[in-house]
């Protein structure tokens, strides 16, 4: 597989080396790519204990982008579970759904680990997900056993080693959980808030909002505040005031008249101002009759060149017949 692919590429660098990584499986999850194609992996998890999907063991596929690891890649469950739905790319946080969550520092290994972490959680009617009951996941995880992969011929009984009670994780299982509990975060805190359907309109909206902290003397009056103003009832609207006029010429006199009583000039530079205020001009078509001029230059020249056509034929029958 090596003198496929350009060694230099980093998408194919890291691959390489995750591959190499997880090239063991482990009690918990196993993946490796294909023998003919580097960017399609295969993956075995086992079912979180004390779930619905404990004794299970769930394959699936990886579908890896040629820019990865700075884009994320596309899962896809094959085995049936009661979570996620079968030969469909799921919407996770980590898959290629959500692009803008992804983080280059994620592996293969934190997808595995996190797929495990959002088994337990609700569909909530994502791209790919189910919520069946606890009896159909439960039935599902014992029939997940006997789940063989056509195309890399793994079986469920012996993808994963046997679960043993005194397990130690390793270094990279650590690191790889605390992104998973990251991931998860970013799930939960993107997820909007739903308002209660109980209640009034009025009782969802105090209910979305912060409760605001009574034991203090500041907490005690920021809640007296708007009993206080419920109280006093709504404002009433205030009336609209008039425009304000224009000054005139006489209203200029009136206000100037008591300052300066018998004065000319006061009355003369406000005629003048109003005076000088330009009429509004009407725009000429000057388009319009520049297109007249030259559509009747052209009739004329047309009209004189056929008429010179006209004169030369009628002298060369002259010429003709003499």
């Not at 899962?75 to 030969?87: A, D, K, M, Q, Y």
């Not at 599902?140 to 012996?158: G, N, P, V």
């Amino acid at each position: 597989m090596e003198n496929k692919y350009n060694l230099k590429s980093p998408a194919v660098k890291r691959l390489m080396k995750e591959a190499a990584e997880l090239r063991d499986p482990t009690e918990h999850y196993h993946a490796q790519p294909l023998d003919d194609n580097l960017f399609e992996w295969h993956f075995s998890v086992r079912g979180p204990p004390d779930s619905d999907f404990d004794g299970g063991v769930y394959h699936g596929r990886i579908i890896l982008p040629p820019e990865y690891p700075m884009k994320p890649p596309s899962i896809i469950l094959l085995t049936p579970n009661g979570r996620f739905e079968v030969g469909k790319k799921i919407c996770l946080s980590i898959s290629g759904h959500h692009p803008e969550t992804w983080q280059p520092s994620w592996s293969i290994r934190t997808a595995l680990i996190a797929i495990i972490g959002f088994m337990p959680t609700k569909g909530e009617g994502a791209i790919g997900s189910l919520d069946y009951t606890p009896e159909e996941r439960k039935a599902l995880a014992k029939k997940s056993q006997d789940f063989c992969c056509e195309s890399c011929s793994c079986s469920m009984r012996t993808a994963l080693l046997p679960p043993t009670a005194n397990s130690n994780p390793s270094a990279e299982d650590h690191k790889a959980q605390e992104l998973a509990q990251q991931i998860n975060f970013k799930a939960e805190s993107s997820s909007p808030p739903q308002a209660s359907a109980s209640g009034p309109a009025g009782g969802e909206e105090l209910s979305a909002l912060p409760q605001q902290d009574t034991s203090s003397p500041a907490g005690q009056e920021a809640a007296e505040t708007p009993q206080a103003e419920q109280a006093e009832g709504p404002e009433e609207p205030e009336e609209p005031q008039p425009p304000a006029p224009v000054d005139s010429i006489d209203s200029v006199r009136q206000r100037r008249s008591p300052q300066q009583p018998g004065s000319r000039d006061s009355i003369q530079v406000a005629a003048s101002r109003v005076a000088s205020v330009p009429a509004p001009r009407q725009p000429l078509d000057q388009s319009h009759a520049g297109s007249a001029v030259l559509i009747l230059v052209l009739t004329l020249a047309l009209a004189a060149l056929i008429f010179r056509r006209i004169y030369l034929a009628n002298e060369y029958n002259f010429n003709y017949e003499l």
